[in-house]
C-alpha cells in the first residue's frame, strides 16, 4: 500500500469514526478545543471530508494499478 493509499483510508476510517461515534467532541474536549466543536461537528464538514479521503483512496487505487 502506498502513502498516498494509507492517507486516504486512514483520513477515511478517522472521519468515519467522527461521524458515528462521539470521537470528535471527546478529542475537543481533551484537547481544550471545544469552541471549534460548533464548525467540525456539522454533517456538511464531516460528509465533505469523508468524500474526499474516499476520493483520494479511489485515485491511489486507479494510480497504482494504471502504472504497476
Known sequence: MGKLQAFGV???????LCCV???LPWTFS????TGLLGYFYR????YTAL???LLLTGYAIWRRKKNP
Open 43 to 46: 454533517d456538511d464538514v464531516l
Open 30 to 33: 481533551a484537547l481544550g478545543l
Open 10 to 16: 486512514g483520513g477515511a476510517v478517522l472521519t468515519g
Open 51 to 53: 468524500a474526499g479521503f
Open 21 to 23: 461515534t462521539p470521537l
